[in-house]
């Protein structure tokens, strides 16, 4: 083993023992860095700085820019200072990625791993989880989590209407912490360092950068999506992924793909042997291995992780073409690609169709261009199927007049389309992400959570419903009879009471949530309790006459079908929780 190898065997782990200054910590940190041939940019260089001088950081520079080797540095400064740190991110198989890949760095016994799946020494200096595995701790113990430092990530999941939760709590709730927040996206900063500053006494900055290391061209196609793939794979821009917005689309067209030769008779050896003993023993394994035997991948969060890892393998060694997928690319996978092909640019969002944000837009053609191995990455993006038809048969008719009358035109998809056209195209390509808006919300394991803190939980709740990012209006009044704007016994409207809320109007949001409102048993005072419009007059929860009875006997009702929807338990804990809040209410 020669000394240069010797010195690539020792890990970050060896090389920074406990208590080393930082001006020397970042002298070791570029040298293993250059040792493995990565040279730091200058906006990599400042916020490993600043993060040696115990500043919070929000690191916003373009997808493919290093900020993972800034996060690399963070846990190695932390290590240093004698501090355990974690690592967070949105899905399960950028948590295993990053997890092999700090364990190379630092060494396997000084990194872990903790998802919803499985849990791989979690008391380790360093641990890799989901968002949601450190908003649960969080939530537990406060300000008494052990992690010194938290990288989170693809932060503007902050923004996420089902999942943005879990993003804010650690900034709420650990205020001994130092963060780097991560994202290619993340809009407008400004709010998130003045309350990260705060709050914690730390001062934040953001490190900013919009030049790519490997520049994008753009390009919007008018030509049948068959004819755009043939066209990449023949000019050698390969690998292309072909962003589909679900599963089944992605499938379908993996199996349409197979018609096309992509693969040479040596590339196909390469696979045979690359696959040989691999297990494909379920039927979505048996068509993926057929799929790859062509030269194409399909990539989705519905595959089983083997099989996930499997095609990432292929495609880094230049074995797969064409990769067939849904928009998870845009999470921060490491697939190397050098095209991204949009199929459409209009998404299902859960409650309409809708055309893709300049954040969801800008996250996904990122990930086009390989840094070290492309000079450029490129990103086509498919017009309307039906318009390129009705165009090509406007273009017959147009040779040979004859024909006009024969000319019937496609009508777009009734359902699950939203139209876009080449000016739509552009605006994603010049505009600028959206701000991230707060979207905090309260659910019966936040309270359980909270509640469970040693000491009063009940203060700690309701500090977090009142010092959170909502939006929080000066004229707003608690959820009463005389007040509610929706209805005498519509939903408690959250975001217009803050600045008043109590204990028990935060159970006035989990009865609801629960669907256990009905004028016997719902705590809130929009109309239920209409024999005790004050809240000192209500009926004791905990009484015999109490709703514990009512709950059992409505939830028997055939005319109450929400409350049969869930076990008697889950609305029993609500009631619980309000008898609680209403013997030490606020």
Known sequence: M???????STTLADRIPAGTDPD???????????????????????AILELLAGNHVILATPTGSGKSLVAT????????RGERSIYTAPIKALVSEKFFALARDFGPEHVGMVTGDASVNPEAPIVCATAEILAHQALREGADCPFGLVVADEFHFYGDPQRGWAWQVPLLELSDAQFLLMSATLGPTARFTKDLTERTGRPAVTVADTVRPVPLAFEYRETPLHESIINLVDTDRAPVYIVHFTQKAAAEKAQDLCSLDVLNKDEKAAVREEVGGFRFDTPIGKDLKRFIGHGVGLHHAGMLPRYRLLVEKLAQVGLLKLICGTDTLGVGVNVPIRTVLFTQLCKYDGVSTRLLGNREFAQIAGRAGRRGFDDEGHVWVQAPAHWIENRRAEAKVAADPGKKKKLVKKKPPERGYAHWNEESFQKLVDGAPEPL???????HQMVLNVLSRPGDGRLDLKRLL??????????????????????????PAWSSSWTSLTTRDVTCQLAWTSRTASPSINPCRCSPWRSSPNWSTAPNPSSSQGPKRLLAKACRRPDMPNLKRRPVSTHWTCCRLWSRCWRTRA
């Open 73 to 80: 540095a963070a846990h190695a400064a932390a290590m240093a």
């Open 24 to 46: 020397l910590l970042l002298e070791l940190f570029v040298d293993w860095a250059a040792e493995r041939n990565l040279d730091l940019y200058e906006a990599q260089e400042e």
């Open 437 to 443: 808006a707060s979207s905090f919300d309260v659910t």
């Open 466 to 491: 009142l010092h959170n990012h909502e939006p929080r209006t000066d004229s707003a009044s608690t959820c009463d009879g005389r007040s509610a704007s929706t209805g005498r016994c519509g939903r």
């Open 2 to 8: 020669t000394s240069t190898d010797a010195a690539r």
